[in-house]
């Protein structure tokens, strides 16, 4: 069965601290995504990767970085945590670049910025 | 990216059908998702559409008009257990990412 696991399920953390979320999957697949979704506005698209060290920015990066070292942990980076990133945070992982190609979620972290 | 729009919330009752509709904007389209999610879950993957006409699995459809521009999910024989957030979510041509609409939250009542 599918896995993607996120390190944590709740986060507390203060305004300009440096934040890392973590999630890892173990289906061997080569895209990876992370998400916000917040009240009203749905999910939309932070960053994502096709690949091991690749990168692509999605519809709001500002305020976020990632990293993917290894092809089965993909990392958010919020360089400097502001309140207006209090949000839930949802990894996916997805085959590859086929049509049809579902995308699988973690359980999501959410990230109370104080 | 898609422009995605659904209905925000539904309410139906236990043992009637349901559809919530789904409208994309048709350039560039590749496909779409239809997803479940419970509160404080994660989305789950119910359905892919990407040729015209239904698609079913057991009590759920889907269907796909793409000259319209247009989906919807069809919910049969409601259980509680269906009280959920569905989300829709296009792909556009030579990608791989997914727009996502805000969802459409249905509540079914006894």
């Known amino acids: 069965d599918v896995k993607v696991t996120q390190s944590s399920r709740y986060l507390v953390k203060r305004t300009g601290e440096k934040v890392f979320l973590e999630c890892v999957q173990d289906?061997?697949?080569?895209?990876m995504f992370w998400y916000r979704q917040d009240p009203g506005l749905g999910l939309r698209l932070i960053y994502f990767s096709y690949d091991v060290k690749m990168k692509e920015k999605g519809d709001i990066p500002e305020g976020y970085s990632v990293s993917r070292e290894k092809k089965e942990r993909f990392s958010l980076i919020l360089e400097s945590a502001s309140t207006n990133q209090t949000s839930m945070y949802l990894c996916?992982?997805?085959?590859?670049?086929?049509?049809?190609?579902?995308?699988?979620f973690g359980d999501g972290t959410r990230l109370s910025i104080l | 990216g898609q422009n995605i729009d659904q209905p925000t919330e539904m309410t139906a009752t236990e043992g009637a059908i349901v559809q919530i509709n789904c409208t994309y904007q048709?350039?560039?389209?590749?496909?779409l998702f239809w997803y479940q999610q419970h509160a404080g879950e994660a989305p789950t993957f119910l359905s892919y559409n990407v040729l015209d006409g239904l698609e079913e699995k057991g009590r759920f459809s889907s269907f796909l008009s793409r000259s319209k521009g247009y989906s919807y999910l069809l919910l049969k024989e409601l259980q509680m257990k269906d009280s959920a957030s569905y989300l829709c979510a296009g792909t556009g041509a030579g990608s791989y990412q997914l727009t996502f609409g805000k969802g459409t939250k249905l509540s079914v009542i006894p």
């Open positions: 048709t350039s560039g389209f590749n496909g």
């Open positions: 289906m061997d697949h080569e895209n």
């Open positions: 996916a992982g997805q085959r590859d670049g086929s049509f049809g190609q579902p995308q699988h």
